[in-house]
């Protein structure tokens, strides 16, 4: 697939997932991302921000499995979604922790508390430009002590290489 190798390392029979993808440094994330899914047959859903949902992309985005999350503001995302997952026989979610292609040195925290409300692993989804490898490495079971399981993410996140090396932190923090 455009070179790149596919590694995916989930257990058969998972079939409701929260999925970090990192780095996510670039828009290519997204058209690789989607790529490696379909090869792999992986039907999944991605948060978006609201304002890419404009005509005619907005329909086209749902239709990929979008969901548009309006940001900045305290709109109970995760209570929503984990309603969601406790509706769907099958949900793979597919988050970005950094929120955004800039850098930024905190990661948000939202999908952590989604998957330990909804009672869903943690599946470490990856894009590795610089030895165009993207996949899944890892699923984590979270504890409910985010500290500890974010170490976990962070080790695991920080060996990889983005498209824009400089918009990745390989050191993120999480804010209290």
Not at 58 to 84: A, D, E, F, S, W
Not at 90 to 111: A, C, D, I, N
């Amino acid at each position: 697939m455009l070179g790149w190798k596919i590694e995916v390392n989930m257990p058969s029979g998972l079939h409701k997932v929260v999925m970090l993808v990192a780095p996510h440094t670039t828009n290519y994330d997204f058209f690789i991302g989607r790529l490696v899914f379909n090869v792999v047959g992986l039907p999944v859903k991605f948060l978006i921000k609201e304002e890419a949902f404009f005509f005619p992309f907005g329909g086209l985005l749902k239709k990929m499995g979008g969901i548009p999350v309006k940001r900045g503001k305290r709109n109970n995302l995760v209570h929503q979604l984990t309603t969601y997952f406790q509706q769907a026989d099958k949900l793979v979610l597919v988050v970005t922790p950094e929120g955004t292609r800039k850098y930024t040195k905190y990661w948000k925290k939202g999908f952590y508390y989604i998957a330990l409300e909804a009672q869903v692993p943690i599946a470490l989804g990856y894009l590795d430009y610089k030895y165009k490898k993207a996949g899944v490495k890892k699923v984590i079971s979270p504890n409910g002590d985010l500290k500890t399981d974010f170490e976990d993410f962070k080790a695991f996140y920080q060996t990889l290489h983005a498209y824009h090396p400089e918009k990745f932190c390989t050191d993120p923090k999480i804010k209290n």
